[in-house]
């Protein structure tokens, strides 16, 4: 229903919260075509989620903005996962 009135801002709420990985897939690609012509703020507690589809992300712990950037530009400065050397 959101949608019906082509809003040029639309909120969504962990839009995937619950669902099984391909209707998961399913919503991102809605999202994806959804934010060629709008703008769109999500939360979500998925960074997966917010990497994927984000051209910005903001990270927020106990209220407060911790980091606000984009995804790659997070990565780069925080790093991504974990290195395991094998010796």
């Not at 082509?6 to 391909?22: A, C, H, N, R, W």
């Not at 903005?65 to 991504?80: M, N, R």
């Given at each position: 229903?959101?949608?019906?009135g ?17 209707s ?18 999500m ?13 910005q992300v ?6 407060k ?16 996962g ?6």
């Open positions: 229903m959101a949608l019906v082509k809003p040029s801002v639309i909120v969504l709420d962990e839009p995937t919260s619950g669902l099984d990985v391909d998961r897939r399913q919503v991102w690609s809605l999202i994806r075509k959804m934010k060629k012509d709008r703008s769109i703020l939360s979500t507690q998925h960074i997966e989620e917010a990497d994927e589809l984000s051209e903001c990270i927020m712990a106990n209220g903005i911790v980091a606000f950037d984009t995804p790659s530009a997070l990565k780069y400065k925080y790093g991504v974990y290195t395991l050397i094998v010796e």
